[in-house]
């Protein structure tokens, strides 16, 4: 995949580097006939046409921010990496680069736009973790500068910027209907203490599927919320399996971690006392976001399309930069995608000979 | 932590947030008195010094490249996360933004160099995933891009670029002692199939310490590697404690989770069959990395102090792009951090009631 360089055009057209640089940079330092040469041999030379040459037309940067949120417990945080990842891949497809600030709160984030658009020429910006009522959007819609969100702008109506999420509440639904179809009916939801909106959104789920399918008599005492822990899955898991539980689905991997747990920890005497499983029946977890731990551990989890979610982020965002009367239409602006169980057998084990 | 913004500048002088843009960016768009006037302010407000002022002067982008390596199995994957975050963080501190890209090799990521420097105006770069012979740091000095490496550059004796690594053998070495001091004298390593020269170094880490405690009769047997995963440390595990074992320390978290699994499931009979582990002593694990699994899971694990390795590689880069007859006197170019084992005890299951 050998991309012409600025390096390799330059030797082509016979010019320095620096040249080649103040064309695209500060071209009233070039000689219009080197100029106009330049100009027609990046063109030409196909190099990197949907970049360099736009930047010439445009005036872009080709440059996208996006605020690095601070490092979480790393289980479920590895969600936010590989869309890093993705988003990445997929700007530089689009001829984007992506560049990263750090900021200590949404208002923070704000203060800083504005030196990002016009000291660093950001050309447009990728928000996540959306909340209600989010100062950035505002400002960024006050300001007229394009920008794309992953995550809804949940009970905001009136919000008309483009967003890109994945439907919580779908996952979690079709956990508890993979667990039915393996006979449970005890299917218990252990959520996050102040879960928040995306916490509030994966319990409806829950909720909604269990009154489809006519379990909802027992759903009272078969929710409760920790700490978004290992050591919150275990307290949490405990006390729902002495209130019945045959089956958990967590609102997050560390909570299904520890929720594994105990049910590892429980001999068969133990397990359901008074209440037998019924033939074939094991006690189950499912997790939330298929976290590199929960593979490794032989959890079933809810696997979200992060990759996906990212190439819609992209195609919103550059939309939005490009010429909007081009011929393409325009891409949907709220977008929501279906995440999907990953289902696994814990590790087999085989006993030590 | 209210930092004036363009946009606040722009209000307090009375002009466009344009006309700010355009002092920055296209100087000669602005009146010469309005120039004047434009830039004494931005020195004077504070605003950005480090970044806005030092762009006037000397024309950087004030921009480091960095690529995003591709997603590992995330788990140990997640200290190169890490080392993002604190990069970005310590690169904002001294006025530099981060701006990320992908490449499919270290072939492909020399081929997007040119580009990079000159479209994207990317003033120096960040190397990670050193190797034997890199063709990237050859021709960064070639074309005289500053650059600074996390990694070593390993035999490479000529190599005199600025460098920061993170000593492996001084981590696994430690990780022996910790043992030893537990009063386990049977201390096998469980490294990587084809490690590299990490994984070399973290395995002589290990055939030091077991040699200076007097051990080393028994080092033959008790060394063997497997395929970086969780399954591939249970059979590890399983052939080393069949070996007979008390303690493995473990290349990376994955191996140890395996490892870990298979000790786990082990009755006290079973364990060291013939081989009484001596009253109190208990068989353990030792990983590396500190992932955010191990701390789950109550592995004790090699922490790498990545967070000083951003710092340092910061350092290094930025003091090679500023001015380098300043007063600061020059950091050391090469930079050897020592990690240390964070201990703990597996997770404490009280026993279900």
Same mark, same amino acid.
């Given at each position: 995949?050998?991309?012409?360089?600025?390096?390799?055009?330059?030797?082509?057209?016979?010019?320095?580097?620096?040249?080649?640089?103040?064309?695209?940079?500060?071209?009233?330092?070039?000689?219009?006939?080197?100029?106009?040469?330049?100009? &027609?041999?990046?063109? &030409?030379?196909?190099?990197?046409?949907?970049?360099? &040459?736009?930047?010439?037309?445009?005036?872009?940067?080709?440059?996208?921010?996006?605020?690095?949120?601070?490092?979480?417990?790393?289980?479920?945080?590895?969600?936010?990496?590989?869309?890093?990842?993705?988003?990445?891949?997929?700007? *530089?497809?689009?001829?984007?680069?992506?560049?990263?600030?750090?900021?200590?709160?949404?208002?923070?984030?704000?203060? *800083?736009?504005?030196?990002?658009?016009?000291?660093?020429?950001?050309?447009?910006?990728?928000?996540?973790?959306?909340?209600?009522?989010?100062?950035?959007?505002?400002?960024?819609?006050?300001?007229?500068?394009?920008?794309?969100?992953?995550?809804?702008?949940?009970?905001?109506?009136?919000?008309?910027?483009?967003?890109?999420?994945?439907?919580?509440?779908?996952?979690?639904?079709?956990?508890?209907?993979?667990?039915?179809?393996?006979?449970?009916?005890?299917?218990?939801?252990?959520?996050?203490?102040?879960?928040?909106?995306?916490?509030?959104?994966? *319990?409806?789920?829950?909720?909604?599927?269990?009154?489809?399918?006519?379990?909802?008599?027992?759903?009272?005492?078969?929710?409760?919320?920790?700490?978004?822990?290992?050591?919150?899955?275990?307290?949490?898991?405990?006390?729902?399996?002495?209130?019945?539980?045959?089956?958990?689905?967590?609102?997050?991997?560390?909570?299904?971690?520890?929720?594994?747990?105990?049910?590892?920890?429980?001999?068969?005497?133990?397990?359901?006392?008074?209440?037998?499983?019924?033939?074939?029946?094991?006690?189950?977890?499912?997790?939330?976001?298929?976290?590199?731990?929960?593979?490794?551990?032989?959890?079933?989890?809810?696997?979200?399309?992060?990759?996906?979610?990212?190439?819609?982020?992209?195609?919103?965002?550059?939309?939005?930069?490009?010429?909007?009367?081009?011929?393409?239409?325009?891409?949907?602006?709220?977008?929501?995608?279906?995440?999907?169980?990953?289902?696994?057998?814990?590790?087999?084990?085989?006993?030590?000979?």
């Amino acid at each position: 995949m050998a991309r012409p360089t600025l390096a390799s055009l330059a030797a082509e057209l016979g010019v320095s580097r620096q040249t080649i640089s103040n064309v695209l940079n500060a071209p009233q330092r070039v000689k219009p006939a080197t100029l106009d040469r330049v100009r &027609a041999a990046i063109e &030409a030379a196909g190099y990197r046409p949907s970049a360099a &040459a736009r930047q010439l037309r445009t005036r872009r940067s080709m440059n996208l921010g996006m605020r690095l949120m601070p490092v979480t417990d790393g289980i479920n945080g590895s969600i936010l990496d590989r869309f890093l990842h993705a988003l990445t891949e997929s700007a *530089q497809g689009a001829g984007y680069r992506l560049t990263l600030f750090c900021a200590d709160s949404h208002e923070d984030e704000v203060l *800083q736009y504005g030196e990002l658009l016009h000291v660093a020429g950001i050309d447009g910006f990728i928000l996540t973790s959306s909340s209600r009522d989010d100062v950035r959007t505002k400002w960024l819609q006050d300001n007229g500068t394009p920008f794309a969100v992953f995550g809804r702008p949940w009970e905001d109506a009136s919000a008309q910027h483009p967003w890109v999420d994945i439907d919580g509440a779908a996952g979690t639904g079709e956990a508890v209907s993979i667990l039915a179809g393996q006979g449970h009916t005890r299917i218990a939801f252990l959520g996050w203490k102040d879960g928040g909106s995306v916490g509030d959104d994966r *319990q409806s789920g829950w909720e909604r599927a269990m009154g489809a399918l006519g379990f909802s008599e027992d759903g009272s005492g078969l929710c409760t919320s920790a700490t978004d822990t290992v050591t919150g899955g275990i307290s949490g898991g405990r006390e729902l399996i002495e209130r019945g539980a045959t089956a958990i689905v967590c609102a997050s991997d560390s909570l299904a971690i520890g929720a594994a747990e105990i049910l590892r920890e429980l001999r068969p005497e133990q397990f359901l006392p008074g209440r037998p499983a019924g033939p074939g029946l094991r006690a189950a977890v499912v997790g939330f976001d298929d976290t590199p731990v929960a593979a490794a551990l032989g959890l079933s989890s809810v696997a979200q399309p992060v990759e996906d979610a990212a190439r819609h982020i992209v195609r919103l965002l550059t939309f939005e930069l490009a010429d909007r009367r081009g011929e393409g239409s325009a891409p949907e602006q709220h977008v929501l995608l279906a995440p999907h169980v990953v289902e696994r057998v814990p590790l087999p084990l085989a006993a030590p000979h």
